[in-house]
């Protein structure tokens, strides 16, 4: 296997012309193929049913047939394939519907963290780290030249911080497991979907610095709502993003906000 292998997104039958490339970071090359390929499933690149084969994903990532079938448990574990006997892989497709409902869901317990962090004792709320982590992302909304994905890193070093130090324990896992080994972690990781503006930065960093300011004092009610608003206003940009990719619709009423 080539060390340090570019990874693209795409199959060499979808527009391999067009298709990003990507270098692969500390995670293991196979949770690395596994995140690509779930989110070109996400963005629509592979549709419901569309055979996923091993030689071809290993050809384009220029890895060997070990790491690949690993990637394919990993997303199989992920609801995002199938085996099919003596066939192979195919793609499960994700619906903009159940995107939104990944939202929704995550709005609501991040809220509950917050809510949870805001009414301990003051003394165990680590304010100085995240009065540190509001104020880096308050400067990265006020850059201009700010991508999305140092600043979606940034929200989420925040958001974790929220909820691991929120001294529920069987939240904090939910949340964690959630993000490292689910959809919401394929959504999370790609972060062109949303904060693709300066101004929906500075939107979303006023609601950040408000929940760690409610969080300081003490405030559960409003640092819940805040985190759910921003939760809300991300899943509606990721949505936007997401149908005019894929040139799809979602029912309104995933659109909840209370």
């Known amino acids: 296997m080539a060390g340090n292998p570019a990874l693209k997104l ?14 692969l ?17 996400i963005k629509g690149e592979f549709r419901d049913g569309e055979h996923l084969p091993e030689q071809k994903v290993a050809a384009l990532f220029n890895v060997s047939h070990g790491p690949v079938r690993e990637a394919i448990r990993t997303l199989s574990k992920r609801g995002l394939v199938e085996f099919q006997p003596r066939r192979g892989a195919f793609v499960i ?5 159940a995107i939104a409902d990944i939202f929704n869901i995550r709005a609501v317990l991040l809220g509950l963290s917050a809510h949870s962090l805001a009414r301990l004792p003051s003394k165990q709320r680590p304010m100085a ?18 991508d999305p994905e140092t600043f979606a890193h940034a929200l989420g070093r925040l958001g974790a911080l929220i909820f691991r130090s929120c001294s529920n324990a ?29 101004k929906r930065r500075n939107i979303a960093a006023a609601d950040w ?21 921003a939760l809300f206003d991300s899943r509606d940009s990721a949505i ?19």
């Open 129 to 146: 780290a995240l009065n540190e982590r509001a104020a880096h992302i308050r400067a990265l909304a006020g850059s201009r030249g700010t």
């Open 209 to 229: 610095v408000a929940v760690v300011d409610a969080i300081a004092a003490g405030d559960g009610a409003r640092a819940s709502r805040i985190t759910r608003k």
């Open 25 to 41: 970071l500390a995670r293991t090359i196979p949770e690395q193929i596994a995140d690509h390929l779930a989110i070109a499933i």
């Open 93 to 97: 497709g994700v619906t903009l519907d």
């Open 240 to 258: 936007e993003t997401l149908q005019r990719l894929r040139g799809e619709t979602v029912s309104p009423s995933r659109f909840v906000r209370e």
């Open 170 to 198: 069987h939240l904090t896992r939910i949340l964690r497991e959630e993000a490292a080994g689910s959809l919401w972690g394929d959504l999370w990781r790609e972060h062109t979907l949303d904060f693709l503006t300066q």
């Open 10 to 23: 795409k199959m060499p039958t979808l527009r391999m012309a067009n298709a990003k490339r990507r270098t």
